[in-house]
């Protein structure tokens, strides 16, 4: 941290903010300029919140150089994290695209979504079984049975599976089901929750916050690394601005920042970035393009009885025909895409 304080100041505040920082075991770098004194503040600073400091008498400003979040950052480790699930490594050359249903409805749906999207080069099924809706009236979800349900169809094409978790309380239950554990963006910022992930032995997708900065998206992740669970993907799914036009606004430079800042591998979710399904193809184009290591897309055989976000689910067909453009792309960008199965 670096604390600029005035060229006026009496010496005594200088001394003052010296002795603080000394009092906390902070060493401190002195620089008497021309128009300010610069202390650099040399240590682990990332318990220091730089608006106190902002306060004290005679500061002009004081600003943070290093960043508040350690293990998830690159700096700390310089290499990408590469991620081995059962027989697939997340975040190596393969792009993994997840996808099925928003919500789990039936045996009979799954099935035929599972079948469809295995088919097409699908080698994780996704579907919730508990659902975080905007409405109480909404569906919410065929809990238990639902696990049941995507573990079984899942098995059946021998792919892994993906669910959201609402709460600490249900982790063990969905534990027994699933390969990774997905966390909505409503709860990326409840932290007695995101505590809780530290201690569970599966990987963690970790969606965006609707109005999630990336550097509180970062922070959210260092909970769980902290915590002592260091399998964490990111999920850019669209945030909210002023544009209405699309459900959210998906934040494609996400990609390559979170890339840049932290070791950690970053998926996109077109379906819930714009929230309309002409829109998901060239979204799902321009992820793979920024380098995205994996994709998650709703797919529904029959969307217009879907019990939950139809509008933004891919028939099996464009689903098919999006794999074969972004297998195209993915070769330009380095990496690769699982072939259909026949
Ligand atoms: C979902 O994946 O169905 C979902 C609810 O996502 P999000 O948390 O990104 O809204
Ligand atoms: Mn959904």
Known sequence: ??????????????????????????????????????????????????RDWQMMPGVVDAYRVSAPYKQVSREFQHKSTQIKIGNLIIGGDEVHIMAGPCSIESEEQTMIIAEAVHKAGSKILRGG???????????????????????????????????????????????????????GARNMQNFSFIKALGKVEKPIFLKRGISATIQEWLMSAEYILAGGNRNVIFCERGIRTFETYTRNTLDLSAIPVIHKLSHLPVFADPSHGTGLRDKVIPMARAAVAAGADGLMVEVHHDPEHALSDGAQSLYPQQFQEMMEQIRVIAKVVGRTIADPVK
Not at 148 to 157: G, L, M, Q, V
């Open 129 to 183: 079984a508990f659902k975080p809706r905007t409405s109480p009236y909404a569906f919410q979800g065929m809990g238990e049975k639902g696990l049941e349900i995507i573990r079984k169809a899942a098995d059946k094409f021998g792919m892994l599976v993906i669910t959201e978790a609402m709460d600490a309380e249900s982790l063990p239950l969905i534990c027994q089901y699933t390969d990774i554990i997905q966390i």
């Open 1 to 50: 941290m670096v604390i600029i304080i005035a060229k006026d100041a009496p010496e005594s505040q200088v001394e003052h903010v010296i002795e603080r920082l000394d009092e906390l075991g902070f060493n401190v770098h002195r620089s008497t300029g021309i128009e300010h004194t610069v202390l650099g503040v040399i240590g682990d600073t990332t318990k220091l919140d730089a």
